[in-house]
């Protein structure tokens, strides 16, 4: 199953470009939004989980962030990723791991995850990923997956939909809410993805 899903995954970003597949944003606009509300230092680990090709790394350096962590399934994302940013990628660390099977030596004061956690659909995998934010993210968790309105599937997987009260009660054991919203993300080809997103603060 998970070498199925990775093949998947290299398989889209061999085959595709950015304008080809429905995630792909000018800018990684309600990432920086909560980052913005964070309150993190700029020397604060930040980690894009399942971050892809986006341009949010780009932002990140752009603004002077100078621990930040990129990981995904995929390592022709992570290498597209690479060759654009040139050598300001030796500033970055890349991680290609299936998140179920990353395993940090560090914490994470700005856990990012848009469009990555929704692709868990089995209990036992949910409940993996929730024990892996409690002890690698001790501060700010955000995460962004469709909405109970969005697609039933994303990159033709299933995905599980959650509200902001769903995705928030999930974590809620070592997370409090801080803000949520549901946005509707215009995909290259012009369709609407409406997106739940939950930024939650570690309450211990
Ligand atoms: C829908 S895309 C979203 C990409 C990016 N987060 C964004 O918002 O532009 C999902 C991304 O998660 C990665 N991915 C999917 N399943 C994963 C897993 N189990 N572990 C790590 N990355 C995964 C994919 O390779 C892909 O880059």
Known sequence: MATANKSHWENIY???????VSWTQDKPNEALTFLEQSNISKSDNIIDIGGGDSLLVDHLLEMGYTNITVLDISEAAINRAKKRLDHKAENVTWITSDILEFKPDTTYQFWYDRAVFHFLTDKADIAQYKQLVNTAADKNLVIGTFSKKGPL?????EISQYSESSLSELFSEQFDLKHS???DHKTPFDTIQNFTFCHMVKNN
């Open 14 to 20: 061999t085959t595709k470009s950015p304008n080809q």
């Open 153 to 157: 599937k994303c990159s033709g997987l």
């Open 181 to 183: 919203k549901t946005l």
